[in-house]
């Protein structure tokens, strides 16, 4: 069915959204350039230029639900970015729906973040220059989400790309961050590339990277174009987001500091992939195999998430593998496609809150326990941190989805989704995964509550004194965890048909090989039983060392093997081969140059020798010569030489 996609210019008020990305890049700037001098109050000035952003980004929201349904969206040209001969790209912005839902995301959690990153950074020396990177991060996801074109799209990839590289490894003297900052970086070129050759494509055969553009064309491809652009779309989706086969990178993003990680882990970086997916719906939707691939790689990577996030002692990589599973459900929805596009907008949003409630918990437990990570070495924590204890006790509700929480909301329709397939293989493959990814997800995520918080005392003598962060941490905990609770049933009954101007709506009642009440039943008998068996495990809690475990045990806690794999088929044959080409330029191409040079000095040299400045030597050369040749004509007169 042909598409027509048309954006309204922006008019009134939604005239300034340039101001959501400008106000945290001026931020950025000034916190750079000022250097010490805003030592004292730089990081009140990142607050508040995301706090500022939040309530433009508010304003905007409300303009927009004013209009009518059609005219829902506005668009902004800023200037001619690039013009070169048929390539014409404009800096742009769009405030749509879809994009509406992000800014407020990004601005909003973005803002609880940096609320709480202000007593958590608060003995850093380099808070400021902290700051600085978190607005350049905010600023550049801002873009990312609405940019109008595919080009402004990437400017803002590349933006977050370099500001978490900046953040990650913001304890750079730390060798273990400098490595995670720069495994994060290059990981996410791999799907970079794939993103900027998606959109060469795009341009060489649709002549345009503007959305509206794009999407009216994509019935003019043949199908094989669109699986091609489609899966280059992907890679990069894949990379951004933390998705099989690149989520590598993500759990040891870890090493930067908290606030870090609940920044690009909950509310931005890693949804920026399921962003790209369901704002490019209708390339994905025009091919019934690229939506396939794309549901694979969801199921894939949440058990992956799953599995390891099980096997991990660390309380934030067990929070990062479990971002890595269930941004697998986020693209579980937006591959099966139709009304569970709107279904994984609904559980990104929610995720956001329950994820960054739980990820600043953790920074919370950190901080009363002298910097330790290891979950086996707390215990008992729910008596010295109660308001720790009850926040992060309802984002662990929400997430492995007790009604009526708001992980309950937004996964179980997803879970049902998938159950929904027209194949049905495919709907008991995928309903399977998504099921069993339920029950471990409800297994790994008690097992870390309990561990922390419940449990005899496993303090280790550094840190025998646990204790309540100060309220400017414990306020953003507070509101997140009010967010946990109820956002799930607000945006299930709301987002949806928000964002039916840009996501395809669901069509009718959908028939799977299960009924959703059945669908219902087992998702939560399967979460209870994660849950209960967790408890009856770990309530006494567990032994301070690792353990002798099976093989499947043993290969979650080596990541199922996945950076063996990666050290041994990608980096060192990259070694190898860039050891050869170092050989073949210094030997060979360096050696034929070098080569050259010396025989030309050496021939110089030995010939210059025949030059004495002597006549009689000049004459005795003179007489051999003609001696030479004489005696050659004599030669060939006689014979001798015939």
């Known amino acids: 069915m042909e598409q027509t996609v048309e954006f309204a210019p922006a008019a009134g008020v939604l005239s300034n959204i340039w101001l959501l990305v400008a106000i945290p890049l001026a931020s950025a700037v000034i916190l750079l350039l000022l250097g010490k001098r805003a030592d004292k109050w730089g990081h009140w000035l990142g607050v508040a230029s995301v706090a500022t952003s939040f309530v433009l980004g508010l304003i905007f929201f409300l303009n927009l639900a004013g209009l009518e349904d059609g005219r829902r969206s506005a668009e902004l040209s800023l200037w001619d970015f690039i013009v070169v001969g048929e390539l014409k790209v404009d800096f742009g912005l769009l405030f749509d729906p879809l994009a509406g839902v992000f800014v407020l995301l990004i601005t909003g959690v973005g803002s609880l ?87 060469f494509l795009m341009f060489t055969e649709l002549g345009s990277t503007q959305y509206a553009d794009v999407f009216n064309g994509v019935d003019s491809l043949a199908a094989g174009t669109i699986l091609i652009m489609g899966i280059l779309l992907l890679l990069g989706a894949c990379g951004k987001s933390g998705q099989f086969p690149l989520q590598a990178w993500l759990p040891d993003a870890m090493e930067g500091p ?39 790689i969801g199921a894939v990577t949440l058990l992956i998430g799953c599995l390891i996030g099980s096997a991990k002692d660390d309380i934030k990589r067990v929070l990062a593998w479990s971002t890595v599973s269930q941004i697998g459900y986020m693209f579980l929805g937006v591959g099966l496609g139709g009304g569970a596009y709107a279904l994984a907008i609904v559980h990104l949003l929610a995720h956001g809150f329950f994820k960054a409630n739980m990820f600043l918990g953790a920074g919370s437990v950190m901080h009363g326990m002298h910097d330790q990570v290891d979950i086996r070495r707390f215990g008992g924590l729910s008596k010295h941190m109660k308001i720790t204890w009850l926040t992060f006790g309802t984002g662990w509700l929400a997430i492995i989805g007790i009604p009526p929480l708001s992980g309950y909301f937004s996964k179980e329709p997803i879970i049902a989704a998938a159950f929904e397939r027209e194949v049905v293989w495919e709907a008991w493959v995928f309903g399977l995964a998504a099921l069993i990814g339920a029950g471990l997800t409800a297994f790994y995520m008690t097992r870390l509550f309990v561990l922390t918080f419940h449990g005899p005392a496993r303090w280790t003598e550094d840190n025998q004194h646990p204790h309540e962060s100060p309220a400017i941490m414990t306020i953003p905990l507070i509101l997140l965890a009010i967010g946990s609770v109820g956002a799930g049933f607000l945006l299930s009954t709301s987002v949806p048909d928000w964002l039916t101007p840009v996501l395809p709506a669901a069509e009718g009642e959908a028939h799977g090989v299960l009924s959703h009440t059945v669908i219902t039943i087992l998702s939560l008998l399967v979460t209870v039983l994660g849950a209960g068996l967790a408890w009856a495990i770990f309530r006494k809690g567990t032994a301070l060392e690792p353990q002798p475990a099976g093989v499947l045990v ?89």
């Open 113 to 199: 973040i940096h609320l709480y990153a202000v007593g958590y950074m608060e003995h850093d020396p380099g808070r400021r220059r902290f700051f600085a990177y978190f607005n350049l991060f905010v600023s550049a996801m801002l873009l990312l989400v609405l940019g109008n074109n595919y080009v402004m799209l990437y400017f803002g990839w590349e933006g977050v790309g370099l500001a978490s590289y900046l953040l990650i490894s913001f304890w750079y003297t730390k060798p273990s961050a400098a490595t995670a900052g720069k495994k994060a970086f290059l990981m996410n070129r791999v799907g970079d590339a794939g993103l900027a050759i998606g959109i």
């Open 258 to 296: 908290t606030p870090v990680s609940a920044l690009i882990h909950a509310a931005t970086m890693v949804t920026a992939g399921v962003y790209l997916i369901a704002r490019s719906n209708p390339i994905f939707s025009a091919n019934a195999t690229l939506q396939l691939i794309v549901v694979s």
């Open 554 to 642: 043993t290969a979650a806690r080596r990541n199922l093997y996945t950076d063996a794999f990666n050290e041994a088929v990608f980096e060192r044959p990259g070694i190898y081969l860039t050891r050869a080409l170092v050989f073949l330029d210094n030997k060979g191409i360096d050696g034929l140059v070098n080569g050259i040079a010396a025989g030309v000095g050496g021939g110089s040299s030995r010939l210059r020798r025949f030059q004495t400045g002597f006549v009689r030597s000049y004459a005795m050369s003179i007489l051999t010569g003609a001696m030479l040749v004489v005696g050659a004509f004599l030669a060939i007169q006689l014979g001798w030489l015939a």
